[in-house]
C-alpha cells in the first residue's frame, strides 16, 4: 500500500534549527512536496523535490532520497510564526497525492 | 485577488439533508479538488476534475458528488449529509502537472448534527 511516516510532533526553541523527517511507500514516484498548515488554515506550498539532493529556500531547505524513500525539511533560525504542522507529501506515478498526517511543531521562546 | 473561494467557511447540518460546497478559482488552473481533513489523518481525496467537464473518484467518494462545468467552477454536493461526514473540506486547484504544488481555499469547516 501507499503510506507516508512523519513524527506527530516536534518541539524546538526559537532562533534554533529543527528537522522534520518523512518517509514514503508509493506506487511509483513523482517528486515530494512539503506544505505549511496553521492552525485553522488552508495547507501552504514550501518545497517540491524530484531530484536526489538538497533545496534550498531561504530559512527552509528541503532534501530527497529516492532510493531510501526519504525526505527532510530543515528550518533555520526559527521564528515563532514557524509553529504550524507540516505536512509530508508525495506524488505517485498516476500524478495523485499522497498525504501525511503532518508533524506539529512547536516553537518555545 | 488570485485564488480560490469557498463558500460556507462553516455550516452546522441536520442529518439527512442535501448541501452544496461552492468552489470558485480564478487562476484558470486546469485541475480541482476536494479534500476532506479529519484529526490525525492526512488529507484525504474525495473527487478530482483534471478539466472542465471531467470528473473522477478519489480515495472517499461514496456520499459525495461533483460537477465541472466549466474552469472555474468545482462544486461538492452532499445528497443526504451523514455526522461521519463532519469535517474540513479544501478544496483546491493546480497546473496540469501539480509541480508548482497545489493552491488550497481557506476551507468549509462541516457538522452534521
Known amino acids: 500500500g501507499q503510506n507516508i511516516d512523519q513524527p506527530t510532533e516536534m518541539t524546538a526553541t526559537e532562533g534554533a534549527i529543527v528537522q522534520i523527517n518523512c518517509t514514503y511507500q508509493?506506487?511509483?514516484?513523482?517528486?515530494l512536496f512539503w506544505y505549511q498548515q496553521h492552525a485553522g488554515e488552508a495547507p501552504t506550498f514550501l518545497s517540491y523535490?524530484?531530484l536526489d539532493g538538497l533545496e534550498e529556500k531561504g530559512r527552509f531547505s528541503s532534501f530527497l532520497s529516492r532510493s531510501k524513500g526519504y525526505s527532510y525539511l530543515l528550518l533555520k533560525e526559527l521564528q515563532m510564526k514557524d509553529s504550524a504542522s507540516y505536512l509530508c507529501?508525495?506524488?505517485?506515478?498516476?500524478?495523485?497525492?499522497?498525504w501525511g498526517a503532518g508533524t506539529k511543531l512547536i516553537i518555545k521562546p | 485577488i488570485a485564488g480560490i473561494t469557498q463558500a460556507p467557511t462553516s455550516q452546522i447540518l441536520a442529518a439527512g439533508r442535501r448541501m452544496t460546497l461552492r468552489c470558485t478559482q480564478d487562476?484558470?488552473?486546469?485541475?480541482m479538488y476536494w479534500y476532506r481533513q479529519d484529526l490525525g489523518l492526512g488529507l484525504r481525496l474525495i473527487h478530482y476534475?483534471?478539466?472542465?467537464?471531467?470528473?473522477g473518484k478519489g480515495e472517499v467518494p461514496d456520499g459525495y458528488s461533483v460537477s465541472r462545468a466549466n474552469t472555474d467552477d468545482f462544486p461538492l454536493t452532499l445528497a443526504s449529509a451523514v455526522p461521519s461526514q463532519t469535517s474540513v473540506y479544501f478544496c483546491?486547484?493546480?497546473?496540469?502537472?501539480?509541480?508548482?504544488?497545489?493552491?488550497f481555499g481557506s476551507g468549509t469547516r462541516l457538522t452534521v448534527v
Open positions: 507529501v508525495a506524488m505517485d506515478s498516476n500524478y495523485q497525492l499522497i
Open positions: 508509493t506506487s511509483g514516484f513523482n517528486g
Open positions: 483546491a486547484s493546480s497546473d496540469s502537472e501539480g509541480a508548482n504544488g497545489y493552491t
Open positions: 476534475s483534471n478539466t472542465a467537464g471531467t470528473t
Open positions: 487562476m484558470r488552473h486546469n485541475a
Open positions: 523535490n524530484v
